[in-house]
């Protein structure tokens, strides 16, 4: 194979020159430089495209640069040593540099593919012959390989089908890409309903970049959610947690929330969330707002977000419904609180598997409210050295801030923070009840002792 021989398909490229166009190799990963020019230098033809090539037409940093090339997965795996193949339904190669990943795919044929060869005179040899669907048309498995306006026009918005090429450092345009990106506006490639049959996560996608790019979204584009929405069912909770995770810790959650609310697609990952804010207080709804806002700006700064303490502040509504149903049953306060938890994450796991380790963590922050709110020796010094005190703590400043009245709560555990040895001492006397000792009982002889 010599890669400078034609590839099919290029033919169907708009071209932009280099002159016309401003992405620079200064700004791409020297890491992904190395793969394209060695898939090039190797006989094949490799290409940056996606979420990379559209933030650097629009001068944003990309988070990651995914490379398309002609070359299949087990090609790509004998070119690079510190690769490996991932995924079933739709192959990949991750290349590892150090914590770096490429992730590098072949281009991909449209499905009808398999049903057009024309044994007489095909138009080209299709490789990879693993494909199915499901009855409802959703892709199972989708690894039909073809030529590279075929992988442009299998890719889900036209900004996202924009390629790059080390090879006159050009950008090859094969749908309407590059007219959507200057007027800013989110188009699917093809027919929308049936494009969200085969993967109903591009309605998904289409917030999530509308939000993240602050695109509109092509009328034709977003025509189809409301009736598509239920298709969201057949997703596994397992990626559903996966696209909630993307939404939350995008750095546009308070958009992304907004828009999912508008579609009608959030109540396939938020359902419990949105039945509890429509019948909540004020100050829950105002604490979800104010977590989501929270997380931005902490994104924004540069800084981590947990995603346990998202899942605490969206399902805070939740928990409190289901602690108000259980105050005229039986049993005390903790108890009604550890069946409170579990009914209100057994339900949301039901929409996003949500894993094991932030919801134990979720639930250690709702639990510590009620012992940041008791106030005495051992329970103070027991909430302040526990791994989740400043997650709890900050819980309890959101709660302040939306309006729940803790009596100050909040300034009294900040006053305790800063404060000496001595000052906490004083603190902690100045709260703490004294016991009341208890008088102890008489023995009493047993019957019929004299």
Request: hydrophobic share 40%; aromatic share 8%.
């Amino acid at each position: 194979m010599n890669s400078n021989l034609p590839l099919p398909g290029l033919d169907r490229a708009h071209i932009i020159e280099r002159d016309e166009h401003p992405i620079s190799r200064k700004n791409i990963a020297h890491s992904a430089l190395k793969v394209l020019y060695r898939l090039n230098e190797s006989g094949f033809h490799g290409y940056l495209v996606g979420g990379g090539v559209r933030d650097l037409l629009l001068g944003n940093t990309p988070k990651d640069f995914d490379i398309a090339t002609n070359a299949t997965p087990e090609e790509i795996r004998q070119l690079f040593r510190n690769s490996r193949i991932i995924g079933r339904r739709f192959k990949i190669v991750h290349i590892r540099y150090g914590r770096e990943i490429i992730e590098v795919t072949t281009f991909r044929a449209h499905h009808n593919a398999l049903n057009e060869i024309d044994d007489a005179a095909p138009r080209r040899q299709i490789r990879g012959l693993d494909s199915a669907h499901s009855s409802s048309g959703m892709i199972l498995r989708d690894n039909v390989y073809g030529d590279i306006d075929e992988d442009a026009l299998r890719r889900d918005f036209t900004v996202n089908a924009l390629y790059y090429t080390v090879d006159h450092f050009r950008v090859l345009d094969f749908s309407t890409g590059m007219d959507d990106l200057r007027a800013r506006q989110l188009r699917i490639i093809g027919d929308p309903v049936e494009r969200y049959r085969e993967d109903p996560v591009r309605m998904l996608r289409a917030i999530r970049f509308s939000a993240k790019l602050g695109f509109t979204i092509e009328e034709a584009t977003q025509r189809p959610f409301r009736e598509l929405a239920k298709l969201l069912k057949s997703i596994s909770p397992a990626r559903l947690f996966d696209e909630t995770l993307k939404i939350m810790t995008g750095g546009h959650a308070v958009a992304t929330f907004a828009q999912l609310s508008e579609y009608h697609l959030g109540h396939f990952l938020f359902a419990p969330t949105l039945k509890a804010l429509t019948q909540a207080d004020d100050t829950w709804c105002k604490l979800v707002d104010l977590a989501l806002a929270n997380t931005d700006k902490r994104l924004a700064a540069g800084k981590s977000v947990t995603p346990a303490f998202l899942f605490a502040a969206l399902l805070w509504p939740v928990l409190n419904t289901r602690l108000g149903q259980l105050s005229n049953t039986d049993g005390n306060q903790h108890q009604h609180f550890v069946q409170a938890a579990n009914q209100t994450l057994a339900e949301q796991l039901e929409y996003t598997a949500i894993p094991r380790r932030f919801t134990a963590a979720s639930r250690e922050i709702w639990e510590l409210q009620y012992r940041l709110q008791r106030r005495n020796k051992r329970s103070i010094e027991s909430v302040f050295n526990h791994p989740r005190f400043r997650a709890a703590y900050d819980f309890l400043l959101l709660r302040e801030e939306s309006g729940e009245e803790l009596d100050s709560l909040g300034q009294w555990w900040t006053d305790f923070q800063i404060g000496d040895t001595k000052r906490k001492s004083e603190m902690i006397a100045a709260v703490s009840k004294p016991r009341k000792r208890r008088r102890r009982r008489s023995k009493r002889e047993p019957p019929g002792v004299t």
